[in-house]
């Protein structure tokens, strides 16, 4: 039997390095589709695999997003400037790639009949709200990011595009902690964790404020479920939203430090009332989990467990560290934001 393909964009970043294992076990053959911001040893290990392929292009390189997507059955969209300090580096960059590439891909993958077109969007989009009730996919959005606004913008189109054109589901995840092949240790669990163990010191900004957190390798196989479902395709893209993560993986970050303090026990804390990130939302994952299961496969507990042991073993790890920080971004925009606003974009009869 032929092997489906499936297109992952921004596939060597730190979803979608893990997710390309779980899509390579399951039986899909997967194209990479990155530009490498961060490099390529998160994916160098799949270089070899016959279902692999790498494609380093840019997202805003419409020939080459075109040409990727002959053959392809589903497509999962991750690439993007990941975050709202990452958006702050370059923000006509982000804008240019978090919404106006994604529409121009939304149009050619219906183009390309593409069977399912899974978009990645964040809780973030829930930004400050009433921390007395849990947010809903219905909830009013309240981003205070240019990150969760330009998911919010892609968010709207990809709602209101004929699904019987292109069958769209978008996932709004809660923040991701643990490892990948690209550990990020800007995520609240990871730079806790690492700050505890490398400086046994953290200062916590905000320590009252509620996030939902979901381990990397829970998203990957929500994804997947997704990606096979066949019962959610009559519903209008719009009523294809969902939350994912879990009810009970909501925490304040003082709840996170009680229980990195029981595997970091020697960690000193300073709590500072400067507030840098006034995000604030607990969120109701109900409507997930009327379709998938509701029990995380990976809890906060043993993500810092494996944390743990990555930054205590692994001799890289201050390299793993700089490459996933703002600095590696700096670099990359610093010798590509010119060549990386130039781009046209072809949206229909409109460049940008
Ligand atoms: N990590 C989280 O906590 C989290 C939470 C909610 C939603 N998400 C969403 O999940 C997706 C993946 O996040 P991540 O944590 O893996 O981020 P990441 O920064 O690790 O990965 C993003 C990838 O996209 C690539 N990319 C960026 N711009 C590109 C361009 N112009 N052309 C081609 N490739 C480009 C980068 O090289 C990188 O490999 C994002 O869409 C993000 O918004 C992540």
């Known amino acids: 039997m032929n092997k489906k393909t499936i297109l992952i964009t921004g596939g060597a970043g730190y979803v979608g390095s893990r997710l390309i294992n779980f899509c390579l076990n399951a039986g ?17 290990k799949y270089l070899k695999n016959n279902n692999f392929e790498l494609i380093k292009k840019n997202l805003c390189d419409t020939k080459s997003l075109n040409k990727a997507l ?68 219905k909830s009013k959005l309240n981003p205070v990011s240019l990150y969760a606004e330009t998911k919010i913008d892609c968010e709207k189109y990809i709602s209101n595009f004929d699904n019987k054109k292109l069958d769209c589901i978008t996932l709004r995840f809660a923040t991701a902690f643990g490892v990948s092949e690209r550990t990020r240790f800007d995520l609240t669990v990871n730079s806790f964790t690492y700050e505890a163990i490398k400086k046994k010191n953290l200062f916590i900004f905000a320590a009252n404020t509620w996030r939902p957190y979901i381990h990397v390798n829970d998203m990957c196989n929500f994804i997947l479920k997704f990606l096979i479902d066949k019962t959610l395709v009559d519903r209008p893209n719009l009523d294809k939203i969902f939350n994912v993560g879990f009810n009970t993986q909501n925490y304040t970050k003082k709840n996170l430090l009680d229980i990195i303090m029981k595997y970091l ?50 001799k890289n790890i201050d390299n793993i560290f700089k490459n996933s920080n703002l600095d590696a971004l700096k670099v990359f925009f610093k010798d590509n934001e010119d060549k990386l606003l130039k781009w046209k974009i072809y949206l229909g009869l409109i460049h940008y």
């Open 28 to 44: 899909y053959k997967v194209k990479c589709y990155d530009i490498l911001i961060y490099g390529d040893s998160s994916i160098k």
């Open 70 to 137: 002959k053959d392809v059955e589903y497509v999962i969209h991750l690439a993007a400037i990941v975050g709202d300090q990452p958006c702050q580096v370059a923000p006509k960059s982000a804008y240019k790639i978090n919404y106006l590439a994604t529409k121009n891909l939304v149009d050619l993958a219906a183009k390309n009949s593409i069977q399912k077109f899974i978009f990645s969007s964040t809780c973030s989009n829930y930004g400050v709200s009433d921390d007395k009730k849990f947010a809903s996919e």
């Open 265 to 314: 026990p020697g960690t000193k804390i300073k709590y500072v009332d400067e507030v840098i990130d006034n995000r604030n939302y607990k969120v109701s994952f109900d409507k997930l989990h009327k379709i998938f299961s509701n029990k995380p496969d990976i809890s906060v507990d043993q993500g810092i467990i494996e944390l743990k042991y990555l930054i205590n073993n692994n």
